[in-house]
């Protein structure tokens, strides 16, 4: 199995990432930062958060558990994007669309029900009921939403920005 770090990032990150047009992009839960390295080379400010630090260059790492019960570490602070792949946890939704700026981009995707007869994750606890994402965002401007199985995970996906999306272009 491949290193994290050298991890491709996910098809539907790359394939929305160019509605990003400004930072900071936050990415959330980051890991080894393959999200966090794609929005680096396209020389857009990006914050990581995770529990395990990171060097990854041109990408500012902001050591936090987000699951402890710790304030959140980005308070009155607004993101032009926020990425977040493969990770869940209910009580930070709320607090990631309001920390969407004006014109952000919220790209989420993760695993929901029906994923356990794949394996992991297969608690019901991290995986999204259908339609979950749509409701958690309601306040944004839908772009795209997917869910459903692949060959290999059942994933929920969601692209929304805040305001107007108008003059949003979907990229083929």
């Given at each position: 199995?491949?290193?994290?770090?050298?991890?491709?990032?996910?098809?539907?990150?790359?394939?929305?990432?160019?509605?990003?047009?400004?930072?900071?992009?936050?990415?959330?839960?980051?890991?080894?930062?393959?999200?966090?390295?794609?929005?680096?080379?396209?020389?857009?400010?990006?914050?990581?958060?995770?529990?395990?630090?990171?060097?990854?260059?041109?990408?500012?790492?902001?050591?936090?558990?987000l699951e402890d019960?710790?304030?959140?570490?980005?308070?009155?602070?607004?993101?032009?994007?926020?990425?977040?792949?493969?990770?869940?946890?209910?009580?930070?939704?709320?607090?990631?669309?309001?920390?969407?700026?004006?014109?952000?981009?919220?790209?989420?995707?993760?695993?929901?029900?029906?994923?356990?007869?794949?394996?992991?994750?297969?608690?019901?606890?991290?995986?999204?009921?259908?339609?979950?994402?749509?409701?958690?965002?309601?306040?944004?401007?839908?772009?795209?939403?997917?869910?459903?199985?692949?060959?290999?995970?059942?994933?929920?996906?969601?692209?929304?920005?805040r305001g107007d999306?108008?003059?949003?272009?979907?990229?083929?």
């Amino acid at each position: 199995m491949a290193h994290a770090s050298s991890e491709a990032p996910s098809p539907w990150v790359v394939r929305w990432a160019p509605l990003v047009a400004r930072g900071p992009v936050l990415d959330v839960a980051s890991g080894a930062g393959r999200h966090a390295r794609l929005f680096a080379k396209r020389n857009v400010p990006v914050i990581a958060v995770d529990r395990d630090p990171q060097a990854i260059p041109g990408v500012q790492f902001v050591r936090a558990d987000l699951e402890d019960g710790s304030p959140w570490p980005f308070a009155g602070q607004r993101f032009g994007a926020i990425v977040v792949t493969n990770y869940l946890h209910r009580p930070l939704l709320p607090t990631l669309g309001a920390a969407l700026a004006e014109g952000g981009v919220l790209i989420y995707e993760t695993f929901m029900a029906g994923n356990e007869r794949f394996g992991r994750p297969a608690n019901p606890d991290f995986l999204l009921r259908p339609g979950e994402l749509l409701e958690a965002f309601a306040m944004l401007t839908l772009v795209a939403f997917e869910q459903g199985a692949t060959h290999k995970s059942v994933l929920q996906r969601i692209c929304a920005v805040r305001g107007d999306a108008s003059g949003v272009r979907i990229p083929a």
